[in-house]
C-alpha cells in the first residue's frame, strides 16, 4: 500500500466516523461533510490504486 492509498483509506473512514457523529448528534452539515470526505477518500484511494496497476504493467 503506497501512502496515497493510505491517506485516501483514513479520510474513507475519518469522513465515515463524522458522518456517524452528525447522525447521533442530529447535525446535517457535520452528516454532509463526512460523506463528502467518506467520498473524497474512496476516490482518492482508487486512484492510488490504478496507479500502482498501471505501474505494475508497465
Do not use: C, P, S, T
Not at 456517524?20 to 476516490?43: F, I, P, T
Request: charged share 45%; glycine share 10%.
Amino acid at each position: 500500500m503506497n501512502k496515497n492509498q493510505l491517506k485516501g483509506r483514513l479520510k474513507r473512514v475519518a469522513g465515515k466516523a463524522k458522518e456517524v457523529v452528525g447522525k447521533v448528534l442530529d447535525d446535517e452539515n457535520m452528516e454532509m461533510e463526512g460523506k463528502v470526505r467518506k467520498n473524497v477518500g474512496k476516490v482518492r484511494a482508487r486512484y492510488a490504486d490504478l496507479e500502482d496497476d498501471i505501474k505494475d504493467a508497465g
